[in-house]
């Protein structure tokens, strides 16, 4: 068994998800704060691989990131970076892809709370950046958590994107989904149980400790 499909998975999966808490942070608190017509086409933008066929979404960043043209060719010539057929390709890829999973929980919590926390917050002298860290943060700990489990399992489950913008190279882009297809092909079906086996161990304990956090968050003291 090569195992090396899995490391390359949970290392996809760990990038992936520290890259949307940084990026999904502001985005939701900045998409959490009123409404507007522009607002509303970002967030609309930003759900789109919700609905999107993978393989469609792969399809358009492929033809964007190819060397040949566009940005793909200009990233080429002026940075010598080559999203496609490469580990970054699939890292820009997941986040893109993953990104509505770790923006729906954690801009839902934001607008579920009361504003008298940021006014009075406010009223103390502290920022929009310090009340936003120090205080709004602190109250949506099980959105965050959950946002974040969300996004990792969600990445290590990717096919479709991975597959057009990544190709299947050995130790470069060949994840684990990519693994049990070609297993399932060759007619191994020892090798695709194994590795679907772990993927699903795997996602079960992350969703399972994610229910049973949130349960003991969210129990009244009553109880």
Not at 60 to 89: D, E, M, R
Not at 106 to 122: E, F, G, H, R, T
């Amino acid at each position: 068994m090569d195992f090396n499909p899995i490391w390359l998975t949970l290392k996809l999966a760990c990038i992936t998800t520290l890259l949307l808490l940084v990026i999904g942070l502001p985005v939701a608190w900045w998409l959490s704060k009123g409404r507007s017509f522009f607002k509303i086409i970002i967030e609309a933008i930003v759900t789109m691989p919700l609905v999107l066929p993978p393989s469609v979404l792969g399809f358009y960043l492929l033809l964007a990131f190819s060397p040949q043209h566009g940005a793909g060719k200009w990233l080429q010539q002026t940075f010598n970076i080559q999203f496609v057929f490469s580990f970054q390709g699939l890292v820009l890829a997941s986040v893109i892809y993953s990104m509505p999973f770790m923006l729906g929980p954690i801009k839902s919590a934001l607008q579920q709370l009361p504003v008298s926390l940021s006014q009075a917050s406010y009223s103390l002298g502290k920022s929009r950046w310090q009340t936003f860290i120090r205080v709004l943060l602190p109250n949506i700990k099980p959105s965050l958590l959950t946002a974040a489990v969300l996004t990792f399992a969600h990445t290590l489950g990717e096919f479709g994107v991975v597959l057009m913008i990544g190709g299947n190279i050995p130790n470069v882009t060949r994840v684990a989904s990519i693994a049990v297809y070609d297993a399932v092909e060759q007619m191994d079906y020892h090798a695709a149980n194994v590795y679907s086996f772990i993927l699903f161990a795997i996602t079960f304990v992350l969703v399972t400790g994610v229910f049973i956090f949130n349960k003991y968050q969210l129990k009244s003291p009553l109880e």
